[in-house]
């Protein structure tokens, strides 16, 4: 069930023994929440500690700099930006014991004992800060540090929709309690590994245009990745990417798979539905952003997919 | 001399057939604030209109949707975002004339016979909401996504260092009263002339690194301005990128000149003081960015700059 602010702070003023969960492959949000979550218990008296549902990128340190890195039994449990108890990676054990999810996905399964879900947050990270500045808690430097990475990173650093007028007002605010956003910034926004540009670079030397320029097509060959070293980061950045050529309205990235078949990637402006294109071979998403698998032949494919953009775009492949 | 806003106040309310000055090389600061302030002139039974330092880049025009463009003989005229006379271009005939400047820079001249100064703004956009916002003046969407627009493209989206509490909260003000932030913010940031992505490309592809990685390298010739058919705007892209490279502290960007001869740009980290490094070859500029000339031999220029840096950080080169 979903709970109130004021459950909220009954249950973290009788929590004991904390354990904090993340998810898989965790991100800025999940991370800050959680080290703040943490914090905050700390600085309550309370033993806490913050588990990840998979490796932490090196780039997140500082959240959890002077955290005592302790194992107990836990008495409380608390998952943070955690929608689906199958996001719990590693930590699946403890699906069945979570006491208190803090979240701001709609998706959210409610899997939790008691639930405090803001669909209309941006981050897990806005809607844990609202819990503490209701309660009148204390938030020091480092709290707001890790409160305001989750807030920046899962809104592109507020480029992005669901950056709404709260989650500006919470970012001054976290600033005004010490937050240092410039150097947050630079460490999540401006630092990208080798790997990523070099990876860039060839997947733009073989860029194709269709339909007067508003299709993009970028083809990536396990050669490239292998011989660039790139992770899933990098290709994400080049999907993003895609579509971000001016004039573009569907970007289309191509990746080949280890077995040497591609998988397809669309993001889209409007009018495109990404989704209803992918649906074309299979596959499936959002309106702005889907996929599917490219089959045996990934140029009859791409030949299947621009025929259908050709005719909706009114223009010639 | 400097005034107060409700000396400006004064001086908006008594503006008659107002001519509002922007810089060369019009950015979405001036503009936004150009075309907020137009409009809330519009607003008052007043004539007004913006004339601009320079050609304004077709991302611009929906700040301008709506407004007339008519010429007169101006009674008032103000400047906004105008640090110096210099930078009024096609515009310095009015330069003896200027009756107010609404301005964020510290380097301003104070040209005009009465300037509202704030060099802690993060842009000029910020300064003029606070003059409507204490002068209670309505703020339409128009004028919100305008002062939005000059708040966000200052900023780089609220990345940099001059995003400060007010700034945010200003956006959230501005968001409240109707700015579109999401739309304009990919209109400013996700969409890049796809010569930009095709110069990136081919820089890329011969990046070279130096001093354990911690110095990077990108050449571009006049071949490959010439085929991508890449502006100014693409390598100021590039220059920025450099410095974004995981490991790097001081970016290298050499640009080949019409006659040949090459220019360096320097963006330095921590602690590679860019301007000392380009002292050397007789250049300057500031701790995080500066600039050279190559002289006749651009390779034997870089050996002398990659020297200094191998001693200061302490690597072979």
Redesign the interface.
Same mark, same amino acid.
């Given at each position: 069930m979903t709970v109130s602010i004021s459950r909220v702070g009954e249950i973290l003023r009788d929590a004991e023994d904390v354990l904090i969960l993340t998810h898989i492959h965790p991100d800025g949000d999940c991370l800050g929440t959680g080290a703040a979550l943490c914090r905050h218990l700390l600085s309550q008296g309370k033993r806490a500690t913050v588990v990840n549902g998979g490796p932490v990128p090196k780039k997140y340190d500082y959240l959890f700099e002077g955290l005592p890195q302790e194992t107990f039994e836990p008495k409380t449990v608390i998952a943070v930006d955690v929608a689906d108890t199958t996001l719990l990676g590693d930590l699946a054990v403890y699906a069945d014991r979570v006491d208190l999810c803090i979240d701001h996905h709609v998706s959210n399964k409610l899997y939790a004992r008691e639930t405090y879900l803001c669909p209309d947050d941006a981050a897990a990270a806005l809607s844990l800060y609202r819990v503490l500045r209701t309660l009148g808690m204390p938030i020091d430097k480092p709290m707001a540090d890790a409160l305001y990475t989750g807030l920046s990173t899962d809104t592109g650093?507020? @480029?992005?929709?669901n950056?709404?007028? #709260?989650?500006? @007002?919470a970012?001054?605010?976290l600033? #005004?309690l010490g937050a240092d956003?410039?150097a947050i910034?630079v460490k999540m926004?401006?630092?990208?590994?080798?790997s990523q540009?070099?990876l860039?670079?060839?997947?733009?030397?073989g860029?194709r245009?269709f339909c007067d320029?508003k299709v993009s097509v970028l083809k990536i060959t396990q050669e490239m990745l292998e011989e660039r070293q790139a992770d899933e980061d990098s290709f994400d950045f080049l999907t993003a990417?895609s579509?971000?050529?001016?004039?573009v309205v569907c970007g289309i990235t191509m990746k080949q798979q280890e077995d040497g078949h591609y998988k397809i990637s669309l993001r889209t402006?409007e009018p495109v539905d990404a989704s209803a294109v992918c649906a074309l071979l299979g596959g499936g998403g959002h309106k702005r952003a889907a996929g599917c698998d490219a089959g045996p032949d990934e140029e009859e494919s791409l030949k299947t997919l621009l025929s259908f953009l050709a005719e909706q775009l009114g223009c010639a492949v």
């Amino acid at each position: 069930m979903t709970v109130s602010i004021s459950r909220v702070g009954e249950i973290l003023r009788d929590a004991e023994d904390v354990l904090i969960l993340t998810h898989i492959h965790p991100d800025g949000d999940c991370l800050g929440t959680g080290a703040a979550l943490c914090r905050h218990l700390l600085s309550q008296g309370k033993r806490a500690t913050v588990v990840n549902g998979g490796p932490v990128p090196k780039k997140y340190d500082y959240l959890f700099e002077g955290l005592p890195q302790e194992t107990f039994e836990p008495k409380t449990v608390i998952a943070v930006d955690v929608a689906d108890t199958t996001l719990l990676g590693d930590l699946a054990v403890y699906a069945d014991r979570v006491d208190l999810c803090i979240d701001h996905h709609v998706s959210n399964k409610l899997y939790a004992r008691e639930t405090y879900l803001c669909p209309d947050d941006a981050a897990a990270a806005l809607s844990l800060y609202r819990v503490l500045r209701t309660l009148g808690m204390p938030i020091d430097k480092p709290m707001a540090d890790a409160l305001y990475t989750g807030l920046s990173t899962d809104t592109g650093c507020f @480029r992005y929709s669901n950056a709404n007028a #709260e989650a500006y @007002r919470a970012a001054a605010d976290l600033i #005004e309690l010490g937050a240092d956003n410039a150097a947050i910034n630079v460490k999540m926004f401006e630092t990208k590994p080798i790997s990523q540009f070099l990876l860039l670079s060839d997947a733009f030397a073989g860029l194709r245009l269709f339909c007067d320029g508003k299709v993009s097509v970028l083809k990536i060959t396990q050669e490239m990745l292998e011989e660039r070293q790139a992770d899933e980061d990098s290709f994400d950045f080049l999907t993003a990417l895609s579509r971000q050529i001016e004039g573009v309205v569907c970007g289309i990235t191509m990746k080949q798979q280890e077995d040497g078949h591609y998988k397809i990637s669309l993001r889209t402006h409007e009018p495109v539905d990404a989704s209803a294109v992918c649906a074309l071979l299979g596959g499936g998403g959002h309106k702005r952003a889907a996929g599917c698998d490219a089959g045996p032949d990934e140029e009859e494919s791409l030949k299947t997919l621009l025929s259908f953009l050709a005719e909706q775009l009114g223009c010639a492949v």
